[in-house]
C-alpha cells in the first residue's frame, strides 16, 4: 500500500538492516561483551575466568536480544520495564516516541494509538504491545505518564515508559528514534514482529484506515516458510 508523496513513509524495508544474517544485530557487540581493538568479541579462551560464564550467556542471547539489549526503563504505574526481556520478546508491538507538553503531533500519535488499541482488542497485552517512549524523561515522571495515558483511555498492554535520560536515550538510540531536540522528534511508528524479525515503519499521522493495514501485515505474518 502506498501513499502519496511526500506524505509518506510507509518504509516497507526491513527496520535498518536488523533482521538478517550478517545484519547490525549480528555485527553489534553485546553490551558489557569483551571486545578486542578491532571491535569484535573476544573468545572465552583469551578472558580471564570469571568472565567465561559471562560469554556464555551472551553466546545464547539472540541476534535481537543482544542488539536492542536489556537497557531498564519505568512504565507508567513504576513498574521496571526491560527493554528486550520485558517489552519486546516474542511479541508484537508498536512503537512511538511522545512527550506529554507536547500540544501538536503528539496528541495526535497518541490518539491513532488508543484507535489502534481498539483494532486490536483483545489482542493487546497478550501478543501484541504498543510502547509509547518520553523522549523527555526529566519531566516525564511515570506520575504524568499515568495521567496522559489515562487521557486516551490506555488499556494494559499499552506501556508509557520513561526512566533515567542515559537508559532513555540508550533505547531510543537502538531503536532509531534518538534526536537531541525533543521538538525534533520523529513523527514515525515502528511496527515490529520479534518473532520472525519483520519491522516496518509507517507515518504516525496517516489516518487509521492507513495505519491497520500496516499493523496487521506485521503482527499477522508468518515467517518463513523455509
Known amino acids: 500500500m502506498k501513499l502519496p508523496r511526500p506524505r509518506l513513509a510507509i518504509l516497507s524495508c526491513l527496520f535498518a538492516g536488523l ?14 561483551s569483551p571486545a578486542g581493538p578491532s571491535g569484535q568479541v573476544g573468545h572465552a579462551g583469551h578472558l580471564p575466568a570469571g568472565s567465561r560464564a559471562q560469554v556464555s550467556t ?16 519505568i512504565d507508567q504505574d513504576g513498574r521496571e520495564r526491560r527493554l528486550y526481556s520485558d517489552l519486546l520478546q516474542g511479541k508484537s508491538v508498536v512503537i512511538n516516541v511522545v512527550f506529554t507538553t507536547c500540544v501538536s503531533a503528539c496528541p495526535a500519535m497518541t490518539g491513532a494509538f488508543a484507535k489502534i488499541q481498539d ?24 506520575a504524568k505518564l499515568k495521567e496522559y495515558a489515562g487521557r486516551f483511555k490506555a488499556r494494559p498492554g499499552w506501556y508509557f515508559l520513561t526512566g533515567s535520560k542515559a537508559n ?40 487509521p484506515d492507513q ?12 515467517g518463513s516458510k523455509g
Not at 533482521?19 to 558489557?32: D, E, H, T, V
Open 19 to 32: 533482521l538478517s544474517a550478517g545484519s547490525l544485530f549480528a555485527q553489534a557487540p553485546a553490551s558489557g
Open 58 to 73: 551472551q553466546d545464547q542471547m539472540s541476534p535481537a536480544h543482544k542488539y536492542f539489549g536489556d537497557v531498564k526503563l
Open 119 to 142: 483494532h486490536l482488542g483483545d489482542r493487546l497485552g497478550k501478543d501484541v504491545s504498543l510502547i509509547s517512549i518520553s523522549i523527555d524523561p526529566v519531566t516525564d515522571t511515570p
Open 168 to 207: 532513555v536515550d540508550e533505547a531510543l538510540k537502538k531503536l532509531g528514534q534518538y534526536v537531541e531536540d525533543k521538538e525534533n522528534h520523529l513523527n514515525l511508528f515502528l511496527i515490529g514482529n520479534e518473532r520472525t524479525g519483520l519491522w516496518k515503519k509507517a507515518f504516525g499521522l496517516a489516518s
Open 211 to 222: 495505519l491497520f493495514p500496516i499493523v496487521d501485515s506485521v503482527i499477522d505474518d508468518a
